[in-house]
């Protein structure tokens, strides 16, 4: 069983310090589309995604693959998410364990474990999903790699980043 080591510290000194995931669902016409998202919680950068017509068991593994493509592997690194069947998977834990990063697993049944993403979840489908109704799959794709890739990464400010973009604060950061 993986302990539940986050503690509620949604915050990181540095980057590739802290990540969260979760997985969250859009509706489209043709059916569910699911979301699943890593967060770097230094910068609230998304650094890794991946979508999925059905909730496969790859989908979490997918999204950690990416973040690790983008971020390369970290020196020291917790990794928060929910217990959700896609986190436990072999495939998934062995890319954990590979990379030298630490899990840490929210307290069943509390939402506010894992607030950050949560906070995320309801950011994208407020400000994004709620005015846009997707025909397709494909459209809603679309769609999402540009709200997380173009707009939240890129053009959304942040109060927790004193107004800045999640590239800018880590932009910031590096030149400091």
Not at 10 to 19: D, G, S, T
Not at 40 to 48: E, N, P, Q, T, Y
Not at 82 to 98: F, I, K
Not at 146 to 156: A, K, L, T
Request: hydrophobic share 35%.
């Amino acid at each position: 069983m993986v302990e539940y080591r986050l503690l509620r510290r949604f915050w990181a000194e540095v980057p590739n310090q802290r990540w969260a995931g979760d997985i969250t669902y859009i509706s489209t016409a043709e059916g569910w589309l699911y979301l699943s998202v890593i967060m770097d919680l230094f910068s609230r950068m998304i650094v890794g995604w991946s979508m999925n017509g059905s909730p496969t068991r790859s989908l979490a593994t997918e999204a950690l693959e990416m973040a690790l493509g983008r971020r390369g592997k970290p020196a020291k690194l917790m990794l928060h998410t929910d217990q959700g069947v896609q986190y436990r998977t072999a495939n998934y834990q062995a890319l954990l364990t590979s990379n030298g990063i630490e899990p840490s697993t929210r307290r069943k049944g509390n939402c506010l474990d894992n607030a950050a993403m949560e906070s995320f979840f309801h950011t994208l489908k407020t400000e994004h999903v709620g005015h846009c109704r997707h025909l397709t799959r494909q459209q809603a794709r679309q769609s999402l790699f540009d709200y997380i890739e173009v707009f939240y990464n890129r053009q959304r400010r942040h109060s927790y980043l004193d107004y800045m973009t999640p590239f800018e604060y880590e932009q910031r950061d590096a030149v400091s």
